[in-house]
């Protein structure tokens, strides 16, 4: 075990006895001891310049003791040494010694004091009682012309043996950490390249020689900023982008750079463009400009602070905008009235304007369409100044996302000019080449002849053109000779009755023309009448196919059946995989084909007018019409009808039969006939 409630210079006697469960046993012999207190370890002595000139004296304590007895000579020998301080405590770890003589050299001994009294001396330490001058007039400085670095200035200390230069970024004496030491006395700078722009630094320094290291000189403050990039350039990647690059000299001490930009207006203000955080860039892509603006350019530093000042302005003027690409002209067939342009879209420009003149304008000939322009790049050739063709606008556009423009004021048959110009911040821009384009009336379509033998007249009928003011109608007859035999106003009007037919000029054949207030459209379908004892003369040969077969294997867009014929439809339906459908019989309807070869199923009733021949050829054809018409609503190109027969709303024949196929391969769509 351990006593640790022993006192220096006390004797004590131990002895040791055993217990047990009955009590304790008789001790043993005593043991004595007598512990004297050792000399302090750790003794070093210092010189300190403050106030006042003195000798610092410092050791580890001893527990248990007393006290201690500071002794002082002049030399070493054990005999010449004096008490200068006696100290009646224990935990006293350091005296000041301010008996002290300049340029003398001291020794010091120190022991510890217990009951019985003084320990052995501890070993002499030595100190030459030098006082060491501080270096004055201490300066901090950064040029920005010189290297990156700080510059320490001092009076030098000649008869030292150099120096010792701390830095910290907070006044607390315990941040102060040493960066440079220097060994030669005759150094009166120093400089400091391991700083970071924005931080505000302390420095100090202090003298070294033989004797020591001086106190710390009064410290010294400086914060560097970054300075702002050099070099600054602004430049064009091409002039249909109208993108400005601007280049700069990186700053190695910068944590990044803020970009900014300001118009040539009076009061437009600088506004940052992009903080840039890598202090290794040295280029920027300004992509938000407009063609024909000027634009100025700053650029700062950043560092720990914040901000530089602003760099050098530089200036650049940005180019007139170019004149749309691929500007072209569109015109849809069978339309009329109606031109569509189309360009390629122009970033950074402020719109568009489109220009139109006609071929035949007799004012144009004023007027020598070059594109030329006085504007303030005289390389522009193609810039329109002032906009001198305000004549011929034909629309302005400001939403830039558009890229075609539709003009619905135009005439058939007239020949129209058009130019697109970009509008930039100063105005009209260049102008792209002419396109030309001219719209025609459709031709009428469907053209139909029907013969009135009792009246000695041919009907004739076609599909309406919606853009024309009126038709005209030519027949030949069998001389090959054309006449106009009427006109008709309004496009609605889509019927003409040929009262005037003879019989010697047959064949006839007959053409319409779609009319307007300028134009005439292409001829349309012929129509043959070879007869007056034709109810119907038109040659509908290559629309109508009569072949043998199964209805329910015909591959086109309908099949036809009669709904109120229950077996046919029972047995179409079967074939078709349609199963617990109820059918409306009282309208034309269409059910998807199931199984079936063809694409759907039309199904419409039929009622027939059984008293005589006429009226069961009526019913007939009033079923037709009313599938005709239905099949053109669905856009069916072909249809199969059962064979006219007294299987026609039946089912079929185990012989097969016949079914009638139509199409009509001039609008590829089905028609009435």
Request: proline share 4%; with cysteine; charged share 20%.
């Amino acid at each position: 075990m351990e006593d640790n409630s022993f006192k220096f210079g006390v004797h004590y006697c131990y002895a040791v006895g055993s217990i047990d469960e009955v009590g304790e046993s008789t001790q043993s012999d005593p043991m004595s001891i007598f512990p004297r207190a050792p000399a302090p370890v750790g003794f070093i002595a210092f010189y300190t310049e403050r106030t006042s000139k003195s000798v610092t004296l410092q050791w580890k304590p001893i527990t248990n003791c007393k006290g201690y007895i500071i002794k002082r000579a002049t030399d070493s020998s054990t005999n010449s040494f004096f008490v200068i301080k006696k100290i009646h405590a224990s935990s006293v770890n350091d005296i000041q010694d301010t008996s002290v003589t300049f340029g003398t050299h001291y020794y010091y001994t120190i022991s510890s004091v217990d009951k019985t009294g003084e320990s052995n001396q501890s070993k002499p330490i030595g100190i030459v009682c030098h006082w060491i001058p501080v270096p004055t007039n201490l300066t901090a400085s950064y040029i920005k012309s010189s290297s990156e670095s700080i510059t320490l200035h001092w009076q030098p200390i000649v008869k030292g043996k150099g120096y010792t230069i701390k830095r910290a970024i907070t006044l607390l004496s315990s941040a102060f950490a040493t960066i440079k030491t220097l060994h030669d006395s005759l150094i009166s700078h120093a400089e400091d390249t391991s700083f970071i722009c924005g931080i505000t630094y302390y420095y100090t320094i202090s003298t070294i020689d033989e004797g020591g290291e001086s106190i710390q000189s009064d410290p010294v403050s400086i914060c560097v900023r970054a300075p702002p990039p050099t070099n600054l350039s602004a430049s064009f990647d091409n002039h249909d982008t109208c993108l400005v690059i601007l280049r700069w000299s990186p700053i190695s001490t910068a944590a990044g750079y803020i970009v900014k930009r300001a118009t040539t207006s009076p009061s437009s203000l600088f506004s940052t463009l992009k903080q840039l955080d890598d202090p290794s860039t040295i280029e920027f892509q300004d992509k938000s400009i407009l063609f024909g603006a000027t634009y100025n350019y700053v650029i700062t530093s950043l560092d720990k602070a914040g901000e530089s000042d602003d760099s050098s302005i530089v200036s650049i003027h940005c180019p007139r905008a170019p004149a749309p690409k691929k500007f072209e002209i569109m015109i849809s067939k069978g339309t009329s009235r109606t031109i569509t342009l189309h360009w390629s879209i122009v970033s950074n420009c402020s719109g568009y304007r489109i220009y139109r003149f006609m071929a035949n304008d007799p004012s144009i000939a004023s007027y020598s369409i070059t594109f030329s322009c006085n504007c303030q790049d005289k390389n522009q050739s193609q810039c329109i100044e002032n906009d001198k063709y305000s004549k011929f606008l034909l629309a302005t556009i400001t939403d830039l996302t558009i890229s075609s423009y539709t003009d619905s004021n135009v005439k058939n048959g007239i020949e129209y000019h058009y130019w697109i110009s970009s509008v930039d911040v100063i105005g009209v821009s260049f102008g792209s080449q002419l396109v030309s384009g001219k719209t025609v009336l459709p031709a009428p379509t469907n053209l139909r002849a029907k013969v009135l033998v009792k009246r000695n007249t041919t009907v004739l009928c076609w599909t309406s053109v919606p853009t024309a003011t009126g038709y005209r109608i030519e027949r030949k007859n069998k001389s090959g000779h054309p006449e106009t035999i009427g006109r008709l106003s309004g496009d609605s009007d889509t019927k003409f009755h040929d009262k005037q037919c003879v019989l010697r000029d047959m064949p006839y054949i007959y053409t319409v023309y779609a009319i307007d207030d300028t134009s005439e459209s292409e001829p349309s379908n012929h129509v043959q009448v070879t007869s007056l004892s034709s109810e119907d003369q038109t040659d509908y040969s290559d629309l109508v196919q009569v072949r043998f077969g199964n209805l329910v294997t015909e591959n086109v867009d309908a099949i036809v059946i009669c709904s109120t014929s229950e077996k046919l439809m029972e047995s179409v339906l079967t074939a078709s995989g349609i199963k617990d459908i109820d059918v409306d019989k009282q309208r034309c309807i269409s059910l998807p084909a199931g199984r079936l070869s063809c694409k759907s199923i039309i199904l419409n009733p039929w009622a027939p007018n059984v008293k005589d021949a006429v009226g069961l050829e009526n019913s007939i054809r009033q079923f037709m019409n009313t599938t005709f018409q239905y099949a053109v609503q669905a856009q069916c190109k072909t249809i199969a009808f059962p064979a006219l027969g007294k299987s026609m709303f039946f089912s079929n024949r185990s012989e097969g039969n016949a079914s009638l196929v139509t199409s009509n391969k001039a609008h590829q769509r089905t028609t009435t006939v």
